[in-house]
């Protein structure tokens, strides 16, 4: 199962989308590509309008107005066509659990037509790809939520799409199958694949090559994941651990110093954004009874509050 080239230079491309139902606008003014090949994170708060996005470009949705191009097609001008080349997976498992591994691919290879032999050396192909274990005449509600969501996306690639939509895939499995899932899906991209991948976990949103960040209809930020932490991260970032005994109002004093910009809890500990070093190093000499500080790099998880939360 290798990637198809379209011809064009992006294997999606959105220019101008807005998405309006009634007086809501879900969409606003969305501008995005993203290159052949390439693992690309849609990233956000519930409600910024990525499902919304996604439904477009798959042609499940009509734009209130703006062009979406997908492997080189427009999805409202011919979707049986953008079906060929799109793949779909949700975080919901798409499987038939009262059917076997083996009749529900039969099933989705026969929704997209696809000769008996084609279809055989698919399946091999795609199972190879998971490493698929379990006998293929088990029934799927016999299987762990990982190896469901793995068959599942076997199903997506039956019929060999250039362009891979996955929405939080991983959601609810465990941690070892989240990483396995992330090892197929980078093979994936490795083959030529196009993987358009939304997720809640941050340390996932690592693995793509970039990401984009939704609030409120609207793109606030897309670049690589490294690039966003070192451009929306310019200030010094100390991580705060409370001392035992500390004063009850050593927070709500360290907020009002004037040294910390933003001061945010994180578990047990705290992530300190500070205005200047030198100020900064008096505040923590001077409330050293009251927590512990060390410099520290931001995380995709501070992007995240910082940009998509609104949070400054």
Request: charged share 25%; hydrophobic share 40%.
């Amino acid at each position: 199962m290798n990637g198809k080239k379209n011809g064009g230079k992006y294997s999606v491309e959105v220019k101008d989308l807005t998405v309006k139902f009634g007086d809501f606008t879900a969409v606003d003014h969305v501008s995005f590509h993203v290159h052949p090949g390439e693992i690309f994170g849609f990233l956000g708060a519930n409600g910024a309008g990525k499902t919304t996005t996604i439904r477009v470009l798959c042609g499940l949705l009509t734009p209130t107005s703006g062009q979406v191009l997908v492997a080189g097609l427009d999805p409202s001008q011919g979707l049986e066509a953008v079906k060929a080349k799109v793949g779909y997976m949700s975080q919901k498992f798409t499987l038939y659990t009262d059917m076997t591994v083996d009749e529900n691919l039969e099933f989705a290879a026969a929704l997209h037509k696809i000769p008996k032999e084609v279809q055989r050396r698919r399946r091999k192909e795609g199972l190879e790809i998971i490493a698929f274990k379990e006998k293929t005449t088990r029934l799927v509600r016999e299987l762990s939520g990982g190896t469901k969501q793995e068959v599942s996306l076997v199903a997506a690639l039956l019929h060999d799409p250039e362009v891979l939509f996955l929405d939080e895939p991983t959601a609810g499995v465990s941690p070892v199958s989240r990483t396995r899932f992330w090892s197929i899906i980078r093979g994936l991209s490795d083959r030529g694949k196009t993987v358009f991948v939304t997720t809640h976990y941050m340390d996932e949103a690592e693995y793509c090559g970039r990401i984009a960040l939704m609030r409120d209809g609207r793109i606030v930020a897309l670049d690589s994941p490294g690039t966003l932490k070192k451009s929306l991260f310019p200030e010094p970032l100390f991580e705060l651990t409370p001392r035992k005994g500390h004063r009850p109002r050593w927070i709500q004093d360290l907020r009002k110093s004037g040294a910390v910009l933003s001061l945010k809890p994180y578990g047990m500990r705290y992530h300190a954004i500070v205005s200047e070093k030198g100020s900064w190093k008096r505040i923590a000499r001077r409330m050293s009874g009251d927590f512990t500080a060390r410099p520290i790099k931001a995380s995709l998880e501070d992007v995240f509050i910082r940009v998509v939360e609104g949070v400054k």
